[in-house]
């Protein structure tokens, strides 16, 4: 059986300290609970919860999702990216990063004999062992877009409730090692992340 693990937190972290500079004011302090039952519009993210190294409520998100193919191992993979800035998608795209800012990043794959992007919708237990599987990270980055703090989620569950090609939508529920609660749901726009998983340094946005 194929065993893989997560490739995200190794490329971000390489980003963070890829020679950014710059200043600015965090744009995501808090992060905000999904509305009941009602359906969220294109390109909206919600979460609720804390991970657990001070990020709290926030009234309103943006989410965005891709599906990318790691060219030295084939592996294949579908990214969702929770934000409550706007641009974060135009600067991902752009290979950069915005100083201080916070967001959240779940990875969903299938493995089996080899590791795929989702096809279908599902759930797909976080850090599980094999078969359907997620990890959901929260990241924040200081006034150089240096690491200023990361966690992830230990156990849950992410539910695709629809897969279109780079499309994910869905929810998720699970809890940090510290038995912090966090939650949410997504309907995200496409974003085009290839060139910042690429990319070898990014450019730091103050």
Sequence with gaps: M???RRILPAVLLFAFIAGCDGSGDS???QFA????SEPLDPGEGTISGDFGIGSASLNGSFAWSDRWTNPSSGQEQGFIVLSDD???????????LTASSEFAILQVIVVTATV????EPGDFEIDGPSGNVAFA????????????????LAT????????SGNHFEGTFDGETAGDDRVRGGFNPANCFLDPFFAATSVTCNP
Excluded: H, K, Q, R
Aim: proline residues 6%; glycine residues 8%.
């Design 2 to 4: 194929t065993t893989t």
């Design 27 to 29: 744009i995501l302090d």
């Design 33 to 36: 609970a999904p509305s009941g």
């Design 86 to 96: 706007p641009d974060m998608c135009n600067d991902l795209e752009a290979v950069s």
């Design 116 to 119: 795929d992007a989702p096809t």
């Design 137 to 152: 990270n929260y990241y924040a980055l200081d006034a150089d877009c240096g690491d200023a703090g990361n966690a992830e």
């Design 156 to 163: 849950g569950t992410v539910t695709l409730t629809a897969v």
